[in-house]
Structures are given as structure tokens and as C-alpha cells.
């Protein structure tokens, strides 16, 4: 897929048509407000490539090699840039006419192996060859305002790692099998009467009744006497069995299923609380 990438001097003047933007991190050229480039071109939607003019900024996409920018060491900034990156990535930029000159200079390096071109034409040509990534090919005169622009026809380089995908969330446990163990109605929906109930079965291990003696008999399905007896404990310890082995079908491990609200089970509830209420 070829995409379009711009560049200016001014890169409020290249339009937000494009898919990718360069510009340069050194150099008489003027550097960009990093700032600037991010307002006007926020990276997540636009590729941002940094022009090394100096060949100081071997950490940046791209070595410009022009007339007036060949300062240092073309071959060992090859190699510093594929160094930083871990990867054979590096990029010269240059006119069609100085391809010789940059393979010469590049010595060992190979073009399209350790290192790549975006060659410029800038008379509405596109330039094809070994190596090339890129051909800057409209200039100024054929824009008709002050920018440049290339078509970049390797999909290997400068574009944005793809969003990445939030997966969705797991499905919530089946939770039915433990309201039918504290007895409120079965829909599958954690709500608050469900909540309600819960909490009075685990308030009952303490002798502890938030909503009275009698919805907790309820909950334990014995008779709603308001009297916390020998009977209401024996239900108590029941539910507590129903709802252990309810925690087991959900996923949950509440340990042995012995009737007692220990630290396993409490554990388990705790969690399939989490996984379940609405």
C-alpha cells in the first residue's frame, strides 16, 4: 500500500492529508517544536520521521545526504542507527543522481539489506530501484505551497503499530445455581437482592442480622420464627453447604464443602462477587 508522507521547513504548511510527516531533528534548516509537531500532527495518526542533517542523531528514521548536509560518516552512522534500533532500518536520503556516491560511502553496508533510500525527484516522477523505500517526487512548484511530498511504498517502514486490541471481557460466571442457594429469585443477575441476601447468610455466622432475624431465617430456609435457635443454625450450616458447592460450579474454590463459612470460602465468594455483580 503506498502512502503519502509530507515535509516542510514549515510543517504548518503541509496538510493533514497525509498519512505520514517528516521533518528535521538538526541542521540550518530549522529543528520542529516537538510540541508543535504533536498538536499539529497528533502520532496517533500520523507517522512522525526525524531528517539527522548533521549525522549527529543516529537514533532518528532518517540521514540526509544533500549538497551542504553531508557532514560524518555515512557507513558508521548506518551502522550506529541500525544499532540503537536493533534492527536494519536505517534510511539515506538523497537525489537520484547521488545513489553512486551514498553505496560508495556506505562501504560494506548493503542497500536493501543494512540500510535504505528515499530518493528525491521532485518533478513528478517516481523512482524505483533496489533498495528504495520511498521517492520524494512533488515539490513545491507541483503542490502549489510550500511542501514536499513523497510516496512511500514499502509497508515495512514508518507506520503506526497497529491499536492494539482490547480483548473482550470474559463472560460472567452463571451465578443462578448460588441464588437458588440463598433463595431470591433465579435470574442470573447479581444484583442488589442478591447482594442483600448474601450478606445476611455471612452476618449470620457472627450473630449478626442487619436486616433482622427473620430475613435471615428466609435466606437459610428455615421457619421465620425471629428466634436465632438450634434450627436456624443447622439451615444456616445447610446454605452454607448449597453455596460452597454453588461457588464450585461458578469456577470458585471455596475449599472443603463442610457447611462452615471459613477463609476459603469467604475467598471464593469474594471473588465471584466481583466477577458476577451488575
Same mark, same amino acid.
Given at each position: 500500500?503506498t502512502?503519502?508522507?509530507?515535509d516542510?521547513? @514549515?510543517?504548518?504548511?503541509?496538510?493533514?492529508t497525509v498519512?505520514?510527516v517528516?521533518?528535521y531533528?538538526?541542521g540550518?534548516?530549522?529543528?520542529?517544536?516537538?510540541?508543535?509537531?504533536?498538536?499539529?500532527?497528533?502520532? @496517533?495518526?500520523?507517522?512522525?520521521?526525524?531528517?539527522?542533517?548533521?549525522?549527529?542523531?543516529?537514533?532518528?528514521?532518517?540521514?540526509?545526504?544533500?549538497?551542504?548536509?553531508?557532514?560524518?560518516?555515512?557507513?558508521?552512522?548506518?551502522?550506529?542507527?541500525?544499532?540503537?534500533?536493533g534492527?536494519?532500518?536505517?534510511?539515506?536520503y538523497?537525489?537520484?543522481?547521488?545513489?553512486a556516491?551514498?553505496?560508495?560511502?556506505?562501504?560494506?553496508?548493503?542497500?536493501?539489506? @543494512?540500510?535504505?533510500l528515499w530518493?528525491?525527484?521532485?518533478?513528478?516522477?517516481?523512482?524505483?530501484?533496489?533498495?528504495?523505500?520511498?521517492c +520524494?517526487n512533488? /515539490?513545491?512548484r507541483?503542490? /502549489?505551497?510550500?511542501?514536499?511530498?513523497?510516496?512511500?511504498?514499502? @509497508?515495512?517502514?514508518?507506520?503506526?503499530?497497529?491499536?492494539?486490541?482490547?480483548?473482550?471481557?470474559?463472560?460472567?460466571?452463571?451465578?443462578?445455581?448460588?441464588?437458588?442457594?440463598?433463595?431470591?429469585?433465579?435470574?442470573?443477575?447479581?444484583?442488589?437482592?442478591?447482594?442483600?441476601?448474601?450478606?445476611?447468610?455471612?452476618?449470620?455466622?457472627?450473630?449478626?442480622?442487619?436486616?433482622?432475624?427473620?430475613?435471615? +431465617?428466609?435466606?437459610?430456609?428455615?421457619?421465620?420464627?425471629?428466634?436465632? /435457635?438450634?434450627?436456624?443454625?443447622?439451615?444456616?450450616?445447610l446454605?452454607?453447604?448449597?453455596? +460452597?458447592?454453588?461457588?464450585?460450579?461458578?469456577?470458585?474454590?471455596?475449599?472443603?464443602?463442610d457447611g462452615i463459612?471459613?477463609?476459603?470460602?469467604?475467598?471464593?465468594?469474594?471473588?465471584a462477587?466481583?466477577?458476577?455483580?451488575?
Amino acid at each position: 500500500m503506498t502512502r503519502t508522507m509530507g515535509d516542510s521547513v @514549515d510543517i504548518s504548511k503541509v496538510p493533514h492529508t497525509v498519512d505520514i510527516v517528516a521533518t528535521y531533528a538538526d541542521g540550518h534548516l530549522g529543528v520542529v517544536i516537538e510540541q508543535l509537531l504533536e498538536e499539529l500532527f497528533p502520532s @496517533d495518526r500520523y507517522f512522525h520521521v526525524l531528517i539527522d542533517v548533521n549525522g549527529t542523531r543516529p537514533d532518528v528514521q532518517v540521514r540526509d545526504w544533500e549538497t551542504g548536509d553531508k557532514a560524518g560518516d555515512l557507513r558508521q552512522w548506518v551502522i550506529d542507527h541500525n544499532n540503537h534500533t536493533g534492527v536494519k532500518d536505517a534510511v539515506v536520503y538523497c537525489n537520484e543522481s547521488t545513489i553512486a556516491e551514498v553505496r560508495r560511502l556506505t562501504g560494506d553496508q548493503i542497500l536493501g539489506e @543494512d540500510y535504505f533510500l528515499w530518493v528525491a525527484t521532485l518533478d513528478g516522477s517516481i523512482f524505483r530501484g533496489p533498495g528504495v523505500i520511498a521517492c +520524494q517526487n512533488r /515539490g513545491a512548484r507541483q503542490n /502549489g505551497a510550500n511542501f514536499d511530498t513523497s510516496e512511500v511504498f514499502d @509497508d515495512r517502514f514508518w507506520v503506526l503499530p497497529s491499536s492494539p486490541v482490547t480483548p473482550p471481557p470474559p463472560p460472567k460466571p452463571d451465578c443462578r445455581s448460588f441464588q437458588r442457594a440463598i433463595r431470591v429469585a433465579v435470574d442470573n443477575l447479581w444484583g442488589h437482592e442478591t447482594d442483600k441476601a448474601a450478606t445476611a447468610l455471612v452476618k449470620a455466622w457472627g450473630d449478626e442480622f442487619p436486616f433482622g432475624v427473620t430475613f435471615a +431465617q428466609h435466606v437459610v430456609g428455615t421457619k421465620a420464627d425471629g428466634v436465632w /435457635g438450634p434450627n436456624s443454625k443447622r439451615a444456616r450450616d445447610l446454605t452454607t453447604a448449597s453455596v +460452597q458447592r454453588a461457588l464450585i460450579s461458578m469456577g470458585f474454590h471455596p475449599g472443603k464443602v463442610d457447611g462452615i463459612w471459613g477463609h476459603h470460602t469467604n475467598e471464593a465468594y469474594t471473588k465471584a462477587r466481583a466477577a458476577c455483580r451488575i
